[in-house]
Structure formats: C-alpha cells, structure tokens
T-cell receptor
C-alpha cells in the first residue's frame, strides 16, 4: 500500500542555518505530494504541494521538488528562523478522491 | 470564511462517560476527515466522509467509537464508553477534494 517515510526528529538548528527534512514515498500510481506544518497548539496547515514529477512547490521560503526517479520530496529552506519551529508532515494523495497518507512528522526547533 | 470549527476545544471526563466531539466543515467542502493525534502513535486517520457518506472507517479503533455526518455542515465523533487510552487531540479536517485538507484547531480530550 501507499506510505510515507520521513527522517526522524527532533531536529535542532541555529537561526539562519540550512534546513533539509527528507521524505520518501511508496505509491502504486502518480500521487500528489504535500508538506504540512503544525505549529504548537494548532492544527495542520498546508505548506506546499506538487502534483506531478519535477514540479517544485514553494511557500514562505520553503521548497520541495517532486522526484519520481528517487520517490522523494525533500523539504528545504535556506535560512531558518525561530518562527519556523514546528512539526512538519510529508503526505501523499493517490487520486483526487482518495485519502491523504501522512508521514510520522518531524519536529524542528530553531534556536536563536 | 471562519475555517473548520471544532467544539469543545478541551474536554475532561471520567472513564466510562460518553464523549461527543463536534465539527463544522468549511462551507462548500465535500470531504470530511476525523484524525487522532498522540505522542505515541502520531496522527491517525479515524474515518472520512465524502458527500456525507462514510467512505473509509478502517481507522476507527473499536466499537466504542462512532461518527456521523447528518448533513454537509455538521459531523460528530462519539466515544461511548470513554477510556483513559482515548486521551488525545482529535482533529477534524475538510476539503473540496482530498487535494488540500483544512484542519480545525482540534479538541484536546482527557479521560481520567
């Protein structure tokens, strides 16, 4: 079945450091891929998405590229801020009417 | 739009009591999801509805859990009887398709 694997956290970085959170997936077809972010005490919210191979999703300085050949969708940011401290979830959806499969989440703490 | 609305935001109850969680999805959305989040198990999909019809309830832990969606603007998740291991944050999410889900703020349930 479909699944999503993320690097285990927690990840702790200093402000302005480079961020990479690895995500790989298993799917039978051509899924849409997502990154969601959960700030403390809140629900998840969509950060970015990509719907086909080689697409790059971007938002708030974060980027991720849909790599079909490596079945990956790694999240990157060039310079993190304290306000980026949150839990990040990689996810996939096989079709428009299928459920979204979430990864286990990666906790990020950014220290000043 | 007010976003997904959940009530109550916090619920403390004693073991054996009935608990009802409520959700109002975003107007116009046709899919609704109930999730449970704990430190141990992460984010789990309990059930989802499309056009008010339950599509997949394989994540419902046992018969003590039930969910209904009597109309497009309201859903409930009921636990009867509740147990301490049900303590978690319960999220409701809605979407127009399953492409992007919009999460509510969650209900923090504590069963003593």
């Amino acid at each position: 079945g479909n699944s999503v694997t993320q690097m285990e956290g927690p990840v702790t970085l200093s402000e302005e450091a480079f961020l990479t959170i690895n995500c790989t997936y298993t799917a039978t077809g051509y899924p849409s891929l997502f990154w969601y972010v959960q700030y403390p005490g809140e629900g998840l919210q969509l950060l970015l998405k990509a719907t086909k191979a080689d697409d790059k999703g971007s938002n708030k300085g974060f980027e991720a590229t849909y790599r079909k050949e490596t079945t990956s969708f790694h999240l990157e940011k060039g310079s993190v801020q304290v306000s980026d401290s949150a839990v990040y979830f990689c996810a996939l959806s096989e079709t428009s009417y299928d459920k979204v499969i979430f990864g286990p989440g990666t906790s990020l703490s950014v220290i000043p | 739009d007010a976003g997904v609305i959940q009530s109550p935001r916090h619920e403390v109850t004693e073991m054996g009591q009935e608990v009802t969680l409520r959700c109002k999805p975003i107007s116009g959305h046709n899919s609704l999801f109930w999730y449970r989040q704990t430190m141990m198990r992460g984010l789990e999909l309990l059930i989802y509805f499309n056009n008010n019809v339950p599509i997949d309830d394989s994540g419902m832990p046992e018969d003590r859990f039930s969910a209904k969606m009597p109309n497009a603007s309201f859903s409930t998740l009921k636990i009867q009887p509740s147990e301490p291991r049900d303590s978690a944050v319960y999220f409701c999410a809605s979407s127009l398709t399953t492409d992007t889900q919009y999460f509510g703020p969650g209900t923090r349930l504590t069963v003593l």
